[in-house]
């Protein structure tokens, strides 16, 4: 079956220039998850949906940073006026809601370059 | 502030088991063991998890100590595809909320040489 894909897969922005970043979850998915790769580092968490709505939203940077899932399905993440820091991969993750751990399904990432 | 102490690197022959340590001293009694790994240039992929009791799948087996405060990660039969970034996080269980969100370190990178 289809799993977790972003698009674009790459993108290119000029600093000052805005960008939207689309993640398509697993179908069913309750919960999806964006996450900021920097070159060499681990991902960090930027915020969370459950359905349509954001119940997390500690990890974005800046209020540069706008994510949405207004149907509880798709989601973008969009960032104004990029910055040459917002560089990275930007990962989507989506998951079943189940008790005890779960497992978080990953996209391939869209790697942004703010020039 | 990841939770977890890995190595930065560790090396394995094509064929042989790789073991992958992981400190997590401070776990607390809800929080859950989580492997993943990380192929360059693909997502993070899920592994596997534990509690306190020792778990295999198709992918691999984690031991985790009695006091639970480290856990090992193990490839049986390492092939040249199992190079990657293996994080080990602890997180809570997701409970009624459906959050659980992973905190990731750098991880360990595995190199399988032929």
């Known amino acids: 079956g289809a799993g977790v894909s972003q698009s674009p897969r790459y993108k290119v922005a000029k600093r000052g220039q805005d960008v939207a970043l689309r993640c398509d979850p697993i179908?069913?998915?309750?919960?999806l998850f964006w996450y900021q790769q920097a070159l060499g580092q681990g991902p960090e968490f930027l915020t969370y949906?459950?359905?349509?709505?954001?119940?997390?939203k500690s990890g974005l940077p800046s209020d540069r940073f706008f994510a949405e899932r207004p149907e509880g399905s798709v989601s973008t993440l969009k960032i104004q006026r990029t910055q040459q820091e917002d560089s990275a991969v930007y990962l989507c993750?989506?998951?079943?809601?189940?008790?005890?751990?779960?497992?978080?399904?990953f996209g391939p990432g869209t790697r942004l370059t703010v020039l | 502030d990841a939770k977890t102490t890995q190595p930065t690197s560790m090396d394995c022959a094509e064929g042989r088991a790789a073991n992958l340590p992981c400190n997590h001293s401070?776990?607390?009694?809800?929080?859950?063991v989580y492997w993943y790994r990380q192929i360059h240039s693909q997502g993070p992929q899920y592994i596997i998890h534990?509690?306190?009791n020792n778990e295999t799948n198709e992918m691999a087996s984690l031991i985790i100590t009695e006091d639970r405060k480290s856990s090992t990660l193990i490839l049986p039969h390492a092939t040249l595809r199992d190079t990657a970034v293996y994080y080990c996080?602890?997180?809570?269980?997701?409970?009624?909320?459906?959050?659980?969100?992973?905190?990731f370190g750098t991880g360990t990178r595995l190199l399988v040489s032929p």
């Open positions: 993750a989506s998951s079943f809601r189940t008790v005890g751990g779960s497992e978080q399904f």
């Open positions: 534990g509690l306190k």
């Open positions: 401070t776990i607390s009694g809800n929080e859950y």
């Open positions: 179908s069913g998915h309750v919960s």
């Open positions: 949906f459950q359905n349509e709505a954001q119940l997390d």
């Open positions: 996080i602890v997180s809570p269980g997701v409970g009624n909320t459906g959050f659980q969100k992973l905190v």
